[in-house]
C-alpha cells in the first residue's frame, strides 16, 4: 500500500481525533444549562400555543415560569388545573383565580342591525373593515363574518345569525377573539356573571336606532332599577361592575331595546306562602311589578312576570317567601 495514502489516513484520524476533542471542550465550556422544570412544566401545560399568555407558545412561557419572570398561573386556557400543577413543580403558591370567558358585546345579527352598502369581498372581519369600516351601518357592531370563530384556538365559537355565540363550557378565556376583532366586539368577563351588556355602540340613542334595533339607548333604566350599584351608562353606553353584579336579572327585565342579555335560561322564582302578614313590603320592592293583593291579605306572585330576583325575600319579616328554581317546579 502505498505509505503516503497511509500517512492521509493517520492524518485525517489525529485531526478528526484533535478537534473532537476540541468541539467536546468548548461544547461542555459553553453549555447552556437547561432547568429540568421546564420539562416538567411544558408537560403540564396545554400546548394550545394559543399566545394569549403574552409569550411565544408554550415553550416560551414554561422558559419564562422557570426563570421567575412569569406567574404560575399565567396560562389562562389552562385555568385553575394547570396553575395548581405548575405551582406544585414550582413550589410557589397560587393566588385566587377568576374563570374568564368571552362575550359579543353585539345582539345586532341581519335582523335587527342595517347596512349601509353591499360588500363584496374577502369574508375577514379584519380585511371588510378596511372598506370604510365594514358594511354595518353600525360602526361599533359585529361585522358578522366569523372571523373570530375561525381564530378560536378550542372551537368554543359558532356563528348563529352574523353574530358570535360563545360556548362558556368550552371557552378557556384565551383572548385570542379579543385580540384579532377589529370592533372590539368580544370582551372577556368572569364565568360566574351572568348578565352582560349585548351592545358596543357609543352613540346617542337616536343614532343609535337609525342602525340598530336592539342597541342601547343610554336610558339609564338600568342603572335606575339596580338595587346594588351594579351598572352605570357610560360614554352614552351600560356597562356593568361584574365586582358588584349579583346577577339578579332586573336590568334584563327593565332594558326596552333588549341589549342586556342573560345566560340563566330558565330563572327561578318565588311562592308566598300562608305564613304571610300581609304586611305588602314585598309588593313594595318588587321592581316588576309582580306581586299583588291588598294589606292585610296574602299576597301572591304572578309567575308570568316575577324574574326570580330575590329582592322580595329580602324584606319579608315572616320569612313567608319561598324561592322554586327547576323548570317542573315554577311549571306548577
Known amino acids: 500500500m502505498d505509505p503516503l495514502f497511509i500517512s492521509a489516513i493517520v492524518l485525517l484520524g489525529v485531526m478528526g ?11 461542555r465550556r459553553f453549555a447552556v444549562k437547561i432547568d429540568p422544570r421546564v420539562k416538567h412544566i411544558m408537560d403540564a401545560l396545554p400546548g394550545a400555543n394559543c399566545g394569549a399568555c403574552g409569550y411565544p407558545g408554550c415553550s416560551g412561557l414554561a422558559e419564562a415560569i422557570a426563570k421567575g419572570e412569569a406567574p404560575v398561573d399565567a396560562c389562562i386556557p389552562g385555568g385553575k388545573e394547570v396553575a395548581d400543577r405548575i405551582a406544585e413543580i414550582m413550589e410557589a403558591e397560587v393566588g385566587e383565580h377568576i374563570r374568564m370567558v368571552a362575550i359579543a358585546k353585539c345582539f345586532g345579527g341581519c335582523e335587527s342591525a342595517y347596512d349601509k352598502m353591499e360588500y363584496h369581498g374577502e369574508t375577514d372581519c379584519r380585511i371588510a373593515y378596511l372598506t370604510s369600516g365594514g358594511p354595518k351601518g353600525c360602526q361599533y357592531g359585529c361585522l358578522g363574518f366569523g372571523t373570530c370563530a375561525e381564530e378560536c384556538p378550542f372551537g368554543a365559537i359558532t356563528m348563529v345569525n352574523e353574530l358570535p355565540v360563545v360556548d362558556d363550557k368550552t371557552c378557556t378565556g384565551c383572548g385570542v377573539c379579543v385580540n384579532v ?18 351592545c358596543n355602540n357609543k352613540d346617542r340613542g337616536v343614532a343609535v336606532k337609525k342602525f340598530c334595533k336592539t342597541g342601547c339607548i343610554a336610558c339609564r333604566l338600568c342603572e335606575k332599577f339596580c338595587p346594588y ?32 342579555l342573560d345566560k340563566i335560561e330558565t330563572r327561578p322564582k ?6 304571610c302578614t300581609g304586611c305588602g313590603e314585598c309588593k313594595k320592592v318588587c321592581p316588576v311589578k309582580a306581586i299583588t293583593g291588598e294589606e292585610g291579605e296574602q299576597y301572591k306572585v304572578g309567575m308570568d312576570r316575577c324574574i326570580g330576583c330575590g329582592e322580595c325575600i329580602k324584606v319579608c319579616p315572616a320569612s313567608a317567601i319561598r324561592i322554586i328554581g327547576s323548570p317542573a317546579e315554577v311549571a306548577s
Open 17 to 27: 481525533f484533535v478537534f473532537g476533542a476540541i468541539i467536546a471542550v468548548v461544547a
Open 181 to 198: 376583532c377589529p370592533v372590539d366586539v368580544m370582551e372577556l368577563i368572569p364565568y360566574n356573571s351572568k348578565v352582560y351588556v349585548a
Open 229 to 260: 350599584d351594579a351598572i352605570h351608562i357610560t360614554d352614552n353606553l351600560a356597562k356593568v361592575d361584574y365586582s358588584r353584579c349579583t346577577n339578579c336579572g332586573i336590568c334584563v327585565a327593565k332594558c326596552p331595546t333588549k341589549c342586556i
Open 270 to 275: 318565588v311562592y308566598i306562602t300562608g305564613d
